[in-house]
């Protein structure tokens, strides 16, 4: 069973960079997209982008000029960049494997990790 | 962008109603559209694919129904258990994009 787990600093100051690894464990990281979203009172749930092994990525336009998403094919990990931090950026972080089913056709994000709450505050 | 809304934004309900929670897509979706069910301090789970197909794991209490830009999730028969908050998202075209929730309180 393919469970995720995100790490990284739980404070972060405003204007730094905000570096999450997303460690996949129970299955390959190939053959999926590996998602980032994030969960704020003010935004909800906001999906910022997916990578695959070989390293395509779709990046959602309103953030991409601050993110970033990489793959480490080696360690089974998927990382997100996120630049210029400010205080609307505070939230739980989550990674999440995108899943094609083929019958019923249809995908979702399954499963998801616990999420990380970071802080953007001086 | 695809703005996804829900409503209502609360339901108030007693265990054992059936409810009925609704999704708009501000431009078809065809039938690309996921929902997931959020517990207190947990992540969001794959609840619907495919705009109708139950994930694993979850009663068939749960049904789902829609195409285009109108879709429909329906609990039969509320358990304690379904009392969450219900997110609907679009795949269709990037970004992905989520509604807000719809949170199923406790009457």
């Known amino acids: 069973q393919v469970q995720l787990q995100e790490s990284g600093p739980g404070l972060v100051k405003p204007s730094e960079t905000l570096s999450l690894t997303c460690s996949v464990s129970?299955?390959?990281?190939?053959?999926?997209?590996w998602s980032w979203i994030r969960q704020s009172p003010a935004k909800g749930l906001e999906w910022f982008g997916c990578?695959?092994?070989?390293?395509?990525?779709h990046y959602n336009p309103s953030l991409r000029s601050r993110v970033t998403i990489l793959v480490d094919t080696s360690r089974n990990q998927v990382s997100l960049s996120l630049r210029s931090v400010t205080a609307a950026d505070t939230a739980i972080y989550y990674c999440?494997?995108?899943?094609?089913?083929?019958?019923?056709?249809?995908?979702?994000?399954?499963?998801w990790g616990q999420g990380t709450l970071v802080t953007v505050s001086s | 962008e695809v703005v996804v809304t829900q409503s209502p934004d609360i339901m108030s309900v007693s265990p054992g109603e059936r409810v009925t929670l609704f999704c708009r897509a501000s431009?078809?979706?065809?039938?690309?559209l996921a929902w997931y069910q959020q517990k207190p301090g947990q992540a969001p789970r794959l609840l619907i694919y495919?705009?109708?197909t139950r994930a694993t794991g979850f009663p068939a209490r749960f049904s789902a129904s829609g195409s285009g830009t109108d879709f429909s999730l329906t609990i039969s028969s509320l358990q304690s258990e379904d009392f969450a908050v219900y997110y609907c998202?679009?795949?269709?075209?990037?970004?992905?994009?989520f509604g807000q929730g719809t949170k199923l309180e406790i009457k």
């Open positions: 495919g705009a109708s």
């Open positions: 431009q078809s979706v065809k039938g690309d």
């Open positions: 129970g299955g390959s990281i190939r053959d999926y997209y």
């Open positions: 999440a494997r995108g899943v094609w089913f083929a019958d019923p056709r249809g995908w979702g994000l399954d499963p």
């Open positions: 990578i695959n092994y070989s390293g395509t990525t």
């Open positions: 998202q679009q795949y269709d075209s990037w970004p992905y994009t």
